[in-house]
Nanobody, 122 residues
Framework: QVQLVESGGGLVQAGGSLRLSCVAS????????LGWFRQAPGKEREFVAA????????LYADSVKGRFTISRDNAKNTVYLQMNSLKPEDTAVYYC???????????????WGQGTQVTVSS
């Protein structure tokens, strides 16, 4: 059974940092792109960042460029999202998922994790 499990969320003050992790089990990460998305209450799920299986291709939403960094460790079957200079508008449930290629389109992704809550207080 393929499973992605996110962790690392929590409550942080504006300007603070968090590092999210996404660990895969039942399927190796090494041949898939991974993406991070987020969903705030009453809003659609939106793209945050994606990384190709090799790590060469990396995409970011404009809203997080310069603040968030996506990385991966295929040996650990883990993808990370380092989030710095957090803002209240970053508050959401953060999800990771597989994709054949790094993409901003939610339709490309599958095997979604259960999500981890990130709350940024002002």
């Amino acid at each position: 059974q393929v499973q992605l499990v996110e962790s690392g969320g929590g409550l942080v003050q504006a300007g603070g940092s968090l590092r999210l992790s996404c660990v895969a089990s039942g399927r190796t990460l090494s041949r898939y792109a991974l993406g991070w998305f987020r969903q705030a209450p009453g809003k659609e799920r939106e793209f945050v960042a994606a990384i190709s299986w090799s790590g060469v291709s990396i995409l970011y939403a404009d809203s997080v460029k310069g603040r968030f960094t996506i990385s991966r460790d295929n040996a650990k079957n883990t993808v990370y999202l380092q989030m710095n200079s957090l803002k209240p508008e970053d508050t959401a449930v953060y999800y990771c998922a597989f994709s054949p290629v790094a993409s901003t389109s939610v339709a490309m992704y599958f095997n979604w994790g259960q999500g981890t809550q990130v709350t940024v207080s002002s």
